[in-house]
C-alpha cells in the first residue's frame, strides 16, 4: 500500500485534488492507493517531460550557438554528436528534482528511485565525459597527430577506466557504502579479475609499450613472420591491432603478440623515400675472361655511360681501388669486372634509382653453378607497383647487356637438354 506517501504541501495537495475531481467526472470511487497511483503516474510523467523539454532546449540553444559562431571545432562538435551526449546530464537531474513531489521524505519509494536516478545520472557522467574524451582524440589523432602514434589505445584505456569508475560508484549507491570501503573489499577478487580481463590487461601494457618505443603507427607496413599479417596498419586498439593485406584480407593481433614476438616495420623505407633492390644473377665460370684494352674501348664506345670511369680507371694505373672513382665498383682487367662497372654506371645515370644511397654491384661466393652477381641499390620511389617495374627492367637489361660483354648467365644443363631433345624430330631420337 502506498498511503501516506503523497507529501502535504501544496502543490501536491492542488495536483492532488484535481485527480479526485477526475476520478469522480468518471464515476469512480475515491479509493486512496487509486489516487495515489495515479497521482505518483502524473509527477512521473511531468518529471520526465520536464527534463526531456529542458534537455532540448538548452540543446537547441547551445546548438544554434555553436552554428552562429561558424567555427571549425563547432563544426565538429556537431558532426560527432558531442553535445547531443553532453546533454543527457540534464534530464536525471531535471527529474531529481521533481521526484520529491511524488513522495513523503520518509517514503521507501522515493530511496529506491533517488537511487536509480542517481545511478542513472553517473551513467549519463560518463557517457559526458566519453563523448568529450572522443572528440578532443579525434580531433589530435586526425588534425596534429604528425607521428600516427596509436592513440585509439589511449583512448580505449580511458574510458574503460571511465565506466570502471561508473560500476564501483553505482554498486556503492545500491549498497549505502562508501566507493572507498567497495575498493578495499575488491582485493579478493583481484585473481579472478586478472583472469577475466587478462587479454584487456595485456593490450594495456603492451599498447604503453607500443606508444612509449615509436614501434607502430597507424598506416605502417608491417610483416609478422609468426603470423599471416603482411600488409598496412589500419587501428590500433586495447585489444586489437588490425592489419590490412595486400590482398584486402584483414588480419588481427593481440597487441601483446607484437611486444613479445619480433616483427618487421617497413617504416623507415617509406619515410625514407626510397626502397632496396637486392637481387643475385649467377654467370657462368667458363664466361668470366680477361680483356685486353681493345675490348675494353670498345665496349666503351658501345656503352659510353661507363667512359668517365674508365678515363680515370686508366689514369690510376688500372687500380682495383682508386680514390675518387671507387663509388663505381669494377675493374678493367676482366668482362665480369668491366661489367660489374658498367651496372653501376648505369645505376647512377638512370633517375629511377636513388644516387644518395648505397650503390654496390658485387660478386659473391662461387657456387658450383657459377659466379653470382649481386645487384645492391635502391630506387626513387617505395610505391610497390613502380619498384617491382623499375627492378623487373633492371634485371632484363641486365639478361640482354651481359652477351655483349661474352657473359652467359646460368642455366640449368639439365633443363636445356630435355627441352633440346624435346625439339629434335622423331628421326633424331
Known sequence: MLIGAIPTHK???????????????????????????????????????????????????????????????????LQQHTLTRCSHIISPLVILALIPFAFTSDSPSLGVVQKCLYIYTVIAVAVAVNAVMTFVWMRYDIKRNTRNLPLKGILNIGMGIVWAIVVIVSVSILINRSPA????????????????????????????????????????????PSTPANGIVTDVSLTAVKVQNFDNTIVTLPPYTLVSTSFQNWRGMSQSGCRRIMRSVTFESESVVGIDDATVDALTAKFPVMKPWVDDMKAAGKAVYAPGVAVVNGTVATNLGLFRAYLCSYILSNDAFNHDSQVLVRIMDPTPNGFPLQVWCFTSTTAWTAYEAIQSALFEHIAVVAPQFNLKIYNNASVLDTATVQMLPDSAH
Open 11 to 77: 502543490a501536491a495537495q492542488w495536483l492532488l485534488s484535481h485527480v479526485r475531481q477526475i476520478l469522480e467526472k468518471l464515476g469512480l470511487e475515491n479509493d486512496p492507493t487509486t489516487e495515489e497511483i495515479i497521482y505518483i503516474g502524473l509527477v512521473v510523467v511531468i518529471a520526465l517531460g520536464a527534463g526531456w523539454l529542458v534537455r532540448r532546449g538548452i540543446l537547441y540553444i547551445a546548438q544554434k550557438f555553436v552554428k552562429l559562431r561558424n567555427t571549425e571545432i563547432g563544426a565538429e562538435l
Open 181 to 224: 570501503v567497495l575498493l578495499g573489499g575488491l582485493g579478493a577478487f583481484a585473481a579472478a579479475l586478472m583472469l577475466i580481463f587478462k587479454d584487456t590487461i595485456l593490450g594495456f601494457v603492451a599498447g604503453i609499450q607500443l606508444s612509449q618505443n615509436d614501434m607502430l603507427h597507424v598506416g605502417d607496413w608491417i610483416v609478422v
